[in-house]
Every structure is written in C-alpha cells, then in structure tokens.
C-alpha cells in the first residue's frame, strides 16, 4: 500500500520559468501507476511564486497551509489553509505567498493531455 | 473563479452500504466542470467508517486531520494528518476513524470509469 507524507519527501526546486522559490513533491504520479490524476505537494517560501502561466487541462487545489494569493484570469482572490481552488483549463493562473510562512497546497493534474501527451509534473 | 471551502458547506450523509457516521462534500466535481477528476471532502466521525468495498477506478487520498486506519487488500496502516494514501483499483479498502476527533480527509476519484459512465460521486 502506498501511503507517504511529504514532510519524509526530499522536494525538488521548480525551475521552470517564472517560478520563484518553490519546491515540488510527488505524493502519487504516473511512475505510482496513477491511472487519471497526479498529485502533487508544493511549498512556497515567503516572497515566492508559481509562473504565471496557463495550459490546457485544469488544476483542483487544496491549500494546506500558510497565505497567499491566487490569480485566475485576472480576478485574485486570498488564500488559506483549508481553501480549494478550481483552476479550469486554459485560464492565466498564478500562487503567490503573501505571508511569512511557507505556502503549502496539494495541486493535481489529469496525468495527459491532448489525446495522450503525459502532462508535465505528473 | 471557484474557491471553496469545506467548512461553509453543508455535508450529505453518505448512504451507502456499510458506511457509518459519514459526511461528504463536494470540492470540484462534474456539475462544476471538472474534466478528469473530482475532489470531495469526507468527515467520519469517531467510531464511524467508509464502506468496505473495491471498485475499477482509484482514489487519491489526503488526510487533512483526525486519526484512523486504512485497509487495503488486507494491508492495514494507521493514517494521520498529512499522509497521503494512494487506493489502487479494484483493491478492497476502507477507512475507520479511530480517535475521539473526526477523521477529515480529501478522496479525490476520476469523473467517468468504463469508458465513459459517470463515477458515483463525482
């Protein structure tokens, strides 16, 4: 049975562009045998950021700890712990740490998209 | 843009056979679009269960809080706050709350299984 916590998880630094201070951890993903989703543990230090950026398949958040802020199309919203965001496909999205603790969320993702492509981070 | 939190929502009861003293609310799901996959958010309360079952399509678990035990396919494991348990298909499973507070976790399950039927609870 698989059971993990990322607190025992070495993260790995987001070096895609436009992140800042972000670190990713694999909960369950394509190399699990994750058939549809993937999820994923993130933490954003104090001052950091995901890139601003869209694609086409969606993200379902939870946000676990710390504060921040969310950008979805241009409308921004605050963000705590205990807070779900839905980020439909195709919309210009962003997480940002607005506090002084780490920002931590769990961010899923179908594991392909365009008929078949494996979504990156999945 | 959806933000959602669990603790403004009214819970269902969950009916289902074997179930006892179960809450379910809906995060992100079909009726909001959701294209692959669907977060819900359960409470079992103290001395409460999900039923004991197996289906052809997985789960995603996060434990948000609470302490308790997951079977899967005769494997027994203590669960607590963080850890995340990956339920593979078609494998027996089910989850006990066995402290004094609610066991809180999100159960995420894909939308549609056998090419295309809507997945219970989605």
Redesign the interface.
């Known amino acids: 049975?698989?059971?993990?916590?990322?607190?025992k998880l070495a993260g790995s630094a987001v070096t895609m562009d436009g992140a800042k201070s972000v670190a990713m951890r694999m909960?369950?993903g394509r190399a699990?045998?994750?058939?549809?989703?993937a999820?994923r543990?993130f933490t954003v230090e104090p001052g950091g950021h995901t890139p601003r950026h869209s694609h086409n398949?969606?993200h379902?958040v939870?946000i676990i700890g710390g504060e921040g802020r969310?950008e979805?199309?241009g409308?921004f919203?605050a963000?705590a712990g205990?807070?779900?965001?839905?980020v439909?496909?195709n919309k210009v999205h962003q997480f940002v740490n607005t506090g002084a603790e780490p920002l931590l969320f769990?961010c899923?993702v179908?594991v392909s998209f365009d008929c078949g492509k494996p979504t990156p981070g999945s």
Do not use: K, Q, S, T
């Open positions: 049975m698989l059971v993990r916590r990322a607190d909960m369950v699990d045998g994750a058939p549809n989703f999820m543990h398949y969606e379902e939870y969310v979805h199309d409308d919203r963000i205990g807070d779900v965001v839905f439909e496909p769990l899923l179908p």
